[in-house]
């Protein structure tokens, strides 16, 4: 069996690159002759503004992390969580095959650019799916039954009774639920709002009907998923084709009594529509959990709101969906190294490019 000649593992202040160790240890170590491990952005607050700016513009507009060196030229494998896979760092790795990111987002990897160079790509669909939806259902709850604006009254010294949305506090029995984007992440929410016995509706132009039906979920228009649902939440994947897909258009078709909760992309949503509908109650209230700009700043207009809440961008953040992620990575990689059919290619297209094919050949000979 041939090896791989180096790994880089660059890691984060998310995911250090010492906690990658453990499963590069167990699944790829014995394939790899040699290994560099360190991190991109080790300050947490750095981190999530430089990650939020590749989500926004690309990984292009990164530097090539410093870590990397002259000596990782022959580098064959790259892994991380949100370290920029650009053109920049496959020019300082112009021995690499393969990149793989502990998360299902791809906006911190040019994958075209991959893809010119025969690059294999490798993501982790649903590490934090459960995660993420739990967190949706527990955003339909907080905002709709002023949860958080009850706790930060009694921690301000009032025993607050009155909400915007007071004359028309929800149950979710029996409410009808919109779901844009039914990938894994909004099926688990489908899953888990069954036990409300909820009517679920959902908008995914690419999902298989068949997997909606076996949910008892209905497939419909987003236009009649706006008009319809008590309460919206979106799961989609931010795309070049659907950025701003939700506006001003989509809201004013909303019930008076419905309420937006979006634990997906800032993306996919017009903010400034949605605050505009907001300030003037033409819907019960809103939850978010993403921003066009992280962090929040502190006189953001979205602050001021009565009808809203506000996370830091956490849906996703739980012990089991980060320590879990790079085993589920590597392992994956494994199993393409051994000749066995991996889950979380992301451009199965490079396993017939033909230096990628004797490259392969090599390494499971």
């Not at 020019?91 to 793989?100: E, F, N, Q, Y």
Request: charged share 25%; aromatic share 8%; hydrophobic share 40%.
């Amino acid at each position: 069996m041939g090896t791989i000649k180096k790994a880089c593992i660059i890691g984060d202040a998310m995911i250090p690159g010492k906690d990658f160790r453990p499963a590069f240890d167990r699944y790829l170590a014995r394939y790899v002759e040699d290994v560099k491990t360190g991190d991109w952005e080790s300050d947490w607050q750095k981190l999530q503004f430089r990650r939020l700016e590749v989500e926004k513009q690309g990984p292009e507009i990164e530097i090539v992390p410093e870590l990397l060196g002259p000596e990782d030229r022959e580098a064959e494998l790259v892994m991380g969580l949100f370290v920029p896979v650009s053109s920049k760092l496959m020019d300082a790795l112009p021995g690499l095959r393969i990149a793989g990111v502990c998360r299902a987002g791809l906006e911190n990897v040019n994958l075209e650019e991959a893809n010119r160079r025969g690059i294999l790509v490798f993501n982790v669909q649903g590490r934090n799916a459960e995660a993420v939806s739990d967190f949706a259902v527990g955003l339909m709850l907080a905002e709709s039954r002023n949860i958080a604006r009850a706790h930060l009254a009694i921690k301000r010294g009032e025993w607050r009774k009155t909400f915007s949305n007071s004359d028309m506090v929800p149950q979710l029995k029996e409410k009808t639920i919109g779901i844009v984007g039914f990938g894994y992440i909004g099926q688990l929410v489908a899953r888990k709002l069954s036990g409300f016995n909820a009517e679920i509706l959902a908008f995914d132009p690419y999902v298989n009907p068949e997997i909606a039906g076996e949910l008892g979920v209905k497939l419909i228009s987003m236009e009649d998923l706006f008009k319809q649902s008590d309460f919206v939440t979106v799961h989609a994947r931010l795309t070049d084709e659907n950025r701003g897909m939700i506006g001003r258009k989509d809201f004013a078709l909303m019930k008076p009594e419905s309420y937006f909760i979006n634990t997906g992309r800032a993306g996919l949503v017009d903010y400034d529509a949605l605050y505009s509908v907001l300030q003037e109650n033409k819907i019960a209230g809103a939850a978010l959990d993403v921003f066009p700009t992280e962090p929040l700043p502190e006189k953001d207009k979205f602050v001021e709101l009565d009808n809203i809440t506000l996370t830091t961008h956490i849906a996703g953040t739980t012990k089991e969906a980060l320590t879990s992620s790079p085993g589920l990575l590597m392992e994956d990689i494994q199993k393409l190294l051994e000749g066995r059919k991996p889950r979380f290619i992301v451009n199965p297209q490079i396993l017939e490019n033909s230096e990628f094919k004797q490259w392969l050949t090599g390494i499971q000979s």
